[in-house]
């Protein structure tokens, strides 16, 4: 039932980024390095949310090969699996949300769909269900096929050596230090991530859609920079922005796909027409009353 790997490697990586906030309230890290981890936790963050998420899972926006570049190397920073398993999951998820075909389904418990289902097998309904699913893009981008055939590679440089090679070898910083800290960056945006799953699954209001989990939870939202909106991305998943408003509201990855735009990196944003999302909102406002009553 247990995928030990999975249990040992999250105990070691939460075992070193304990040690790093530890270093980090000691004053024993280079501000260098604490800086350094921070660029790497956005671009990180861009990597998810702007790459594996809105483009390759929903297609809810188009990009060049300049700017799919760049979304697969923060990526490989980001270390959350392989595009291709990452949007396999995804998709499972969206379509079966909440059942027992949800990989991270929340029905049992916060924990479970925070991290413990990747701390133990698949229920058979997510292979089962899964496979009715078409992935044919996904299997014909080769973009994505390299990356997935590398993957361990890829990630480890991009993830975890670089970011202990530079601070050592361009300010001193111890090698240990440099790793805790590496570890406190990945650890953490690995919760951030998580709490999409947990918390805006659970915490939060309905307004769009009453009938189901996801929930509206602006502080998961600034954390995941705009992935907090989760009500809203339920209902309408092929928004690029995930999320009703243009405004800042925290969603710096629809800013940042909106410069991609601009620049002509970023084309064909999907967004929900407003009369279905006011229509969307009158029908849950009822829903809730008719509920209550």
């Not at 996801?214 to 705009?226: D, Q």
């Given at each position: 039932m247990f995928v030990w790997k999975n249990v040992f490697s999250f105990i070691l990586y939460h075992f070193f980024a304990l040690h790093g906030l530890f270093h980090i309230v000691t004053l024993h890290i280079h501000w260098g390095t604490f800086l350094f981890n921070l660029f790497l936790a956005e671009l990180s963050n861009l990597g998810t949310v702007s790459g594996a998420h809105r483009l390759w899972t929903h297609r809810s926006y188009q990009a060049k090969l300049p700017l799919r570049l760049f979304l697969l190397f923060c990526n490989n920073i980001s270390n959350q699996n392989s595009i291709y398993d990452w949007v396999r999951d995804h998709r499972v998820h969206h379509k079966f949300s909440d059942t027992d075909a949800d990989p991270h389904n929340i029905n049992r418990g916060f924990f479970f769909a925070h991290m413990g289902w990747l701390l133990v097998r698949k229920h058979p309904q997510v292979t089962i269900k899964g496979q009715t699913l078409d992935f044919s893009d996904i299997n014909n981008d080769k973009l994505i096929q390299f990356q997935r055939k590398y993957f361990k590679f890829l990630a480890f440089f991009s993830s975890i050596l670089v970011p202990v090679l530079v601070p050592w070898y361009f300010w001193d910083e111890h090698w240990y230090n440099s790793l805790c800290m590496t570890f406190v960056r990945y650890v953490g945006t690995l919760h951030g991530t998580w709490l999409v799953n947990s918390?805006?699954?659970?915490?939060?209001?309905?307004?769009?859609?009453?009938?189901?989990?996801?929930?509206?939870?602006?502080?998961?939202?600034?954390?995941?920079?705009?992935?907090?909106?989760?009500?809203?991305?339920?209902?309408?998943?092929?928004?690029?922005?995930?999320?009703?408003?243009?405004?800042?509201?925290?969603?710096?990855?629809?800013?940042?796909?909106?410069?991609?735009?601009?620049?002509?990196l970023a084309h064909n944003l999907k967004t929900a027409p407003v009369s279905l999302v006011q229509r969307k909102k009158f029908n849950s406002t009822i829903g809730t009353k008719i509920n209550k009553t």
């Amino acid at each position: 039932m247990f995928v030990w790997k999975n249990v040992f490697s999250f105990i070691l990586y939460h075992f070193f980024a304990l040690h790093g906030l530890f270093h980090i309230v000691t004053l024993h890290i280079h501000w260098g390095t604490f800086l350094f981890n921070l660029f790497l936790a956005e671009l990180s963050n861009l990597g998810t949310v702007s790459g594996a998420h809105r483009l390759w899972t929903h297609r809810s926006y188009q990009a060049k090969l300049p700017l799919r570049l760049f979304l697969l190397f923060c990526n490989n920073i980001s270390n959350q699996n392989s595009i291709y398993d990452w949007v396999r999951d995804h998709r499972v998820h969206h379509k079966f949300s909440d059942t027992d075909a949800d990989p991270h389904n929340i029905n049992r418990g916060f924990f479970f769909a925070h991290m413990g289902w990747l701390l133990v097998r698949k229920h058979p309904q997510v292979t089962i269900k899964g496979q009715t699913l078409d992935f044919s893009d996904i299997n014909n981008d080769k973009l994505i096929q390299f990356q997935r055939k590398y993957f361990k590679f890829l990630a480890f440089f991009s993830s975890i050596l670089v970011p202990v090679l530079v601070p050592w070898y361009f300010w001193d910083e111890h090698w240990y230090n440099s790793l805790c800290m590496t570890f406190v960056r990945y650890v953490g945006t690995l919760h951030g991530t998580w709490l999409v799953n947990s918390a805006a699954h659970m915490y939060g209001t309905r307004p769009y859609d009453s009938g189901i989990k996801p929930t509206e939870n602006r502080l998961v939202a600034y954390i995941t920079m705009g992935e907090g909106w989760h009500n809203y991305h339920h209902t309408f998943p092929w928004d690029y922005r995930a999320a009703e408003f243009d405004s800042f509201n925290g969603n710096v990855n629809t800013i940042f796909i909106n410069f991609m735009a601009k620049v002509g990196l970023a084309h064909n944003l999907k967004t929900a027409p407003v009369s279905l999302v006011q229509r969307k909102k009158f029908n849950s406002t009822i829903g809730t009353k008719i509920n209550k009553t």
